[in-house]
């Protein structure tokens, strides 16, 4: 499946903004979807997950609360609305998508084969 990242931007703390992950090529049946951020130097680290089967959804400790994961089945996309954003919420955001991510892995970005490119987001203080 090829994913494609969207709607990053520059944004001051306290705004949302709506990130967008459309999957071409193969549906998101069966996936478990992700989102992960990265700050130059910094590994990879997990945002938020989606088990598109059953509409599960996993947040990161440090965005639950302000960020909402969710799927549009029609349009084949998954969203990341995030709200009350803040200065450490910069980073470059990447959507992660795979059929075999069992619930122990579902944080680990090395579990997941298929990556959209990265869409940057900036909050401004």
């Known amino acids: 499946v090829q994913l494609q990242a969207s709607g990053g931007g520059l944004v001051q703390a306290g705004g949302s903004l709506r990130l967008s992950c459309a999957a071409s090529?193969?549906?998101?049946?069966?996936?478990?979807v992700a989102w992960f951020r990265q700050t130059p130097g910094n590994e990879r680290e997990f945002v938020a997950a989606?088990?598109?089967?059953?509409?599960?959804?996993y947040y990161a400790d440090s965005i639950k609360g302000r960020f909402t994961i969710s799927g549009n089945n029609a349009k084949n996309t998954v969203y990341l609305q995030m709200n009350s954003l803040r200065p450490e919420d910069t980073a470059v955001y990447y959507c992660?998508?795979?059929?075999?991510?069992?619930?122990?892995?579902?944080?680990?970005?090395?579990?997941?084969?298929?990556w959209g490119q990265g869409t940057l987001v900036t909050v401004s203080s």
């Open positions: 090529g193969r549906t998101f049946s069966r996936q478990t």
């Open positions: 992660a998508a795979d059929p075999s991510i069992i619930l122990s892995s579902i944080r680990m970005s090395q579990q997941y084969g298929n």
């Open positions: 989606l088990r598109w089967s059953g509409g599960y959804t």
